[in-house]
């Protein structure tokens, strides 16, 4: 019961705490999509980048049937063990999902909230902000349902224009009584869909002067390409050079090009 006593266990706590992390991180890394959808006439392409020990960040992609594809993203509520149970929980949500209820993008992000909800006991009391919207490849539309997250940015480089799609919503796991309404759009050849979590409108350059929702929609427009990859690559190496390659929250992006092209294989 001396110094090296106390130190021995401090060190064994760290160690544990440790071997906790590791588990979290490996449960969190399979949480994303192995590969990038192939989804023709559009272009898609999402990442996520962790910028701290754990992420909070979640994006996914599912396809129902041959012409719709769900495409999904979230960002937990601190990061860790707990962040990425509910991660899991998500992920889970989606894959007992019936094709009929991913069609439905209210209904389905009801029960990922109720789901959210479950898990709220005891030291698990984490919310998650999330967007789930399902795209047509044939109609070219889009259905979506916002649970708090990060409005989409919509591009339009023929028209040199960009607007944020403002769709409230209730934050899955907050309050017994969600609020969440279906919005439908549809996308042009020209433009682009971003999705993004908050740590990319968020990032502070050196001199601690916030990125903002204005300049993001600037240098997205700014930079627009119908490669999805390619595009998104040029705003994210636009966020790293005005954090000066360090931020202090994760960033994650999902772009969507309607890139004109027909194609009938997924």
């Known amino acids: 019961k001396d110094e090296f006593g106390h130190l021995g266990q401090t060190m064994n706590s760290m160690i544990e705490g440790l071997g906790e992390l590791e588990i979290a991180k490996i449960v969190q890394e399979s949480l994303f999509p192995e590969r990038q959808p192939e989804f023709k006439p559009f272009s898609i392409y999402g990442q996520s980048v962790v910028m701290t020990t754990l992420a909070g960040d979640y994006f996914d992609f599912v396809e129902i049937g041959p012409d719709r594809l769900g495409i999904m993203i979230g960002d937990v509520a601190g990061h860790g063990i707990s962040a990425a149970l509910i991660m899991a929980m998500a992920k889970a949500g989606v894959k007992m999902?019936?094709?009929?209820?991913?069609?439905?993008?209210?209904?389905?992000?009801?029960?990922?909230?109720?789901?959210?909800?479950?898990?709220?006991?005891?030291?698990?009391?984490?919310?998650?902000?999330?967007?789930?919207?399902?795209?047509?490849?044939?109609?070219?539309?889009?259905?979506?349902?916002?649970?708090?997250?990060?409005?989409?940015?919509?591009?339009?480089?023929r028209q040199q224009r960009t607007e944020y799609l403002e769709v409230p919503g209730t934050p899955l796991g907050a309050g017994k009584s969600p609020h969440y309404q279906p919005v439908s759009m549809q996308l042009h050849?020209?433009?682009?869909?971003?999705?993004?979590?908050?740590?990319?409108?968020?990032?502070?350059?050196?001199?601690?002067?916030?990125?903002?929702?204005?300049?993001?929609?600037?240098?997205a427009l700014l930079n627009y390409n119908d490669d999805a990859e390619a595009y998104y690559?040029?705003?994210?190496?636009?966020?790293?050079?005005?954090?000066?390659?360090?931020?202090?929250?994760?960033?994650?992006?999902?772009?969507?090009v309607h890139s004109g092209n027909r194609s009938s294989s997924i």
């Open 97 to 157: 999902a019936s094709e009929e209820e991913k069609l439905d993008t209210c209904r389905f992000t009801e029960e990922l909230h109720r789901i959210v909800c479950s898990l709220k006991t005891g030291r698990l009391k984490r919310m998650m902000t999330f967007q789930y919207l399902v795209l047509d490849r044939q109609s070219a539309r889009i259905n979506l349902t916002n649970a708090g997250h990060c409005y989409p940015l919509i591009v339009d480089s």
């Open 189 to 219: 050849p020209g433009q682009a869909l971003i999705l993004y979590t908050d740590g990319v409108a968020e990032a502070q350059s050196v001199s601690g002067q916030v990125m903002g929702y204005e300049r993001f929609a600037r240098l």
């Open 233 to 256: 690559r040029r705003i994210h190496n636009e966020c790293l050079e005005w954090s000066g390659n360090e931020s202090s929250d994760d960033i994650t992006m999902i772009v969507i």
